[in-house]
């Protein structure tokens, strides 16, 4: 017969990522989540200008 390869670790036993033991996002990733809505509203709400400060806040609050 074969041998069974062993299952990966239970998810409780595997290394904690980034943010996971506090819930928090990296910030680069939360970018990436906003930017698409944030560009969406400003083409149907025509609100670019709203939009682009907004962004420069968000980018200025993560340290960019």
């Given at each position: 017969?074969?041998?069974v390869a062993p299952s990966a670790a239970p998810v409780r036993d595997r290394p904690l990522e980034y943010g996971q033991e506090?819930?928090?996002r990296h910030?680069?990733?939360a970018?990436?989540?906003v930017l698409p809505f944030a560009l969406a509203l400003?083409?149907?709400f025509g609100?670019?200008?709203a939009v682009v400060t907004q962004v420069s806040s968000v980018?200025?609050?993560i340290g960019w």
């Open positions: 017969m074969a041998q506090n819930g928090r910030p680069l990733v970018l990436a989540m400003a083409v149907l609100g670019v200008e980018a200025g609050a």
